[in-house]
């Protein structure tokens, strides 16, 4: 009973790893986002988009905060105006990604690909 009881559990565990985007503060943004790769102004909290391909996506003035975007690939895409205070965007391409006036407070870069990133 006790083994049924465990493979239970990583069942439990996996289905929500498999859906752990749609954790964010609105997942209706999000699903949003990944359909149409253009979500502005959007409610995007907490949201774990590690490891997505985001590139040329519009997210403009919305907000990321403890965003998971480690790996995220974000080429081009346009987050003027977001509030990106806390995310985490290691190992993120972010070549030619626009950041102009993004809040980038305690966001951590560490080993972000960001040659031709505009910020201002």
Request: net charge positive; hydrophobic share 40%; glycine share 8%.
């Amino acid at each position: 009973m006790k083994l049924k009881f465990l493979s239970s559990t990583a069942v439990v565990v996996a289905v929500v790893g498999l859906v752990a985007p749609a954790l964010a503060q609105n997942p209706s943004h999000v699903r949003r986002l990944l359909a149409t790769n253009d979500c502005r102004s959007c409610d995007l909290r907490y949201v774990n988009l590690r490891g997505y391909d985001l590139s040329g996506a519009t997210i403009w003035r919305s907000t990321l905060w403890d965003a998971d975007l480690r790996d995220a690939n974000l080429r081009g895409a346009d987050l003027r105006g977001a509030d990106l205070r806390g995310a985490d965007l290691r190992g993120a391409n972010l070549f030619e990604t626009d950041l102009r006036d993004a809040d980038l407070r305690g966001a951590n870069f560490r080993g972000a690909y960001y040659t031709g990133t505009v910020r201002r």
